[in-house]
């Protein structure tokens, strides 16, 4: 049966770092036991040696060996074991220049050849070594053996190899007690990271976290709407499709930062929470968009963005059409006056003046149209204005066209020059409405390519500190409407005309109120270009 690791995360962390704790105590212990061993080796020779210089350097050894025989109760026996003894050497051998050995631990070894070569001591060498002899296997130290200056023999000493094993083994207990008491504190280590990282991730289980960060990626990925996850030094951290799509960044943004990313603006103010609020509107690039901003706990931010560019569209649509049928309204209430009026004149018999009543409602209805039309050549524009008109005079509002008016049917992009310009009127009335002698004037004239819209009112005006302001997203100083929020109108203005190349501002009109400009330098096309595409 195959035995596997604990599912959750706390258990496979503990038992992973307590294995990676003993595998270091045990391999530190190894570390630590090999070289010892050969620290204790190299010790018990050094003291081999020593005792063997000490037992060289008497005189009377030398002279002993020279002058006796080889005997177990010789001068050279006795004074071997009394260093023997006193040191607690194995042995200690000594012999002539021929190898017969003069003393030994067993006297019976003594006047018989040495067991191991003494040639390298008999040469006049110090040796260090460990080796087997009849005595089993020692530490030995071999040095020269001199007397008036020339060798007569050697002295070799043994210390016991099991006593040097013996003090390894001796040391081993308080080695591993180390070890212990550090295997002790790597798993309380363990223990305690084990219980953070149980925290963090809510003890689940690797399997489970992975399969919450791939559920993650395919939720963020997605859905349809866009998420923006910045850290605590303004980074982009997690930028999902929707995202991209929206702020029209690519996956190359995420790691930057927020404004070198977007670059200067409601939105980058926005997402970084330099504004602060819910359901914060702002413009990117043609998009009207909803932000939401969620600070976490670890500095950074998670930011919501929601399209609704096809709503406001929808809100403008139903703006326009209340329009139409304000001004429809007021045509038909106009027009409900009028046969009135002639049912009256009729009714009294005034066949001619019922005549001429005809002929100038006509004309100055047909008069109002024709001004327009002459004046704006582009079909859009002409009746977006005969429209305002009509509602403009359902208001209590004169809407004018100014003299100076001229707009060739060149239009690059007729429907935002509409767009700009719907915009700027129905502002216009509703700043006029209440004024004293509220009027409107409207021109639109044409300088090569270029294209200058002028809209004045008699309304209050536009402070100087507000002047700026006017064209944020979000600003505004009426009511919201029932379909959404304010404050959309001249930011698109603005946008529109820098799309184009263009700018719009907004100054003091001569006769007080406001006067509304917008320049479009690359608004029309090529003059050849349009009498080549009239002539087929």
């Known amino acids: 049966m195959r035995i596997g690791l604990p599912r959750r995360v706390f258990s496979q962390v503990l038992v992973m770092q307590l294995a990676i704790a003993a595998g270091v105590a045990v391999l530190a212990t190894g570390l630590f036991l090999a070289p010892l061993s050969d ?15 000490t037992t060289a350097a008497q005189p009377q050894v030398a ?32 012999m002539n220049e021929r190898g017969v050995r003069w003393s030994h631990a067993n006297p019976a070894e003594i006047g018989r050849l040495v067991s191991t070569d003494p040639s390298e001591a008999l040469a006049g060498h110090e040796v260090m070594e ?23 023999g050697a002295v070799s000493v043994g210390i016991e190899y099991d006593s040097v094993r013996d003090r390894l083994i001796s040391s081993i207990p308080g080695l591993f007690a180390y070890a212990g008491g550090a295997l002790a504190v790597g798993a309380l280590a363990a223990y305690l990271i084990s219980r953070r990282v149980q925290k ?18 395919a939720m963020l990925h997605g859905i349809r709407e866009g998420v923006v996850a910045l850290g605590r030094n303004g980074r982009i951290r997690l930028l999902n499709d929707e995202a991209q799509r929206l702020l029209t960044l690519g996956p190359e943004a995420i790691g930057r930062p927020l404004d070198e990313a977007l670059g200067d603006g409601r939105t980058t103010d926005v997402l970084a929470g330099r504004v602060t609020g819910t359901d914060l509107l702002t413009v990117r690039g043609q998009r009207v968009l909803v932000a939401n901003r969620m600070p976490t706990d670890d500095g950074g931010a998670v930011a919501t963005l929601r399209d609704r560019t ?48 005809v002929g100038e409602t006509v004309g100055s209805h047909r008069a109002t149209a024709e001004q327009v039309t002459e004046k704006l050549h582009d079909p859009l524009l002409a009746a977006l204005l005969v429209g305002k008109v009509a509602v403009a ?52 004239r044409a300088e090569g390519r270029s294209v200058q819209l002028r809209v004045r009112d008699s309304g209050g005006g536009v402070a100087q500190e507000q002047r700026e302001l006017i064209f944020t997203e979000g600003w505004s ?60």
């Open 39 to 53: 620290q204790l080796d190299d010790q018990a020779m050094r003291r081999a040696l020593a005792i063997a210089q």
């Open 63 to 94: 002279e002993d060996l020279t002058g006796t025989r080889p005997s177990p109760s010789g001068p050279v026996q006795a004074e071997a074991e009394r260093i023997r003894e006193a040191t607690g050497a194995e042995y200690i051998v000594i």
């Open 130 to 152: 460990i080796d087997d002899g009849t005595l089993g296997r020692s530490a030995r130290g071999k040095v020269p053996l001199r007397a008036d200056g020339e060798i007569v």
């Open 200 to 217: 963090q991730t809510r003890d689940l289980a690797f399997s489970d976290i992975s399969a919450l960060l791939a559920e993650r990626e």
């Open 310 to 357: 096809e709503l406001e569209r929808l809100g403008r649509e139903l703006d326009s059409t209340r329009g139409l049928i304000d001004a429809l309204r007021a045509k038909d209430h106009e027009h409900a006056n009028h046969l009135h009026t002639l049912l009256g004149l009729l009714e009294l018999e005034m066949y001619d003046d019922a005549v001429e009543f």
């Open 393 to 444: 005079a359902e208001r209590g509002v004169s809407l004018r066209i100014s003299d100076d008016t001229r707009l060739p049917d060149r239009l690059i992009d007729p429907q935002g020059l509409v767009t700009i310009a719907g915009n700027l009127v129905d502002n216009a009335l509703d700043a006029a409405v209440g004024s004293r002698a509220p009027r409107v004037e409207v021109a639109l």
């Open 477 to 536: 100083t009426k009511e919201p409407p029932a379909h959404g929020k304010r404050g959309i109108g001249l930011a698109l203005v603005r946008r529109l005309a820098e799309r184009q190349g263009g700018s719009a501002y907004v100054g003091e009109a001569p006769d007080g109120g406001a006067e509304f400009t917008v320049v479009l330098p690359e608004a029309l096309t090529e003059t050849d270009l349009a009498h080549a595409e009239e002539r087929p």
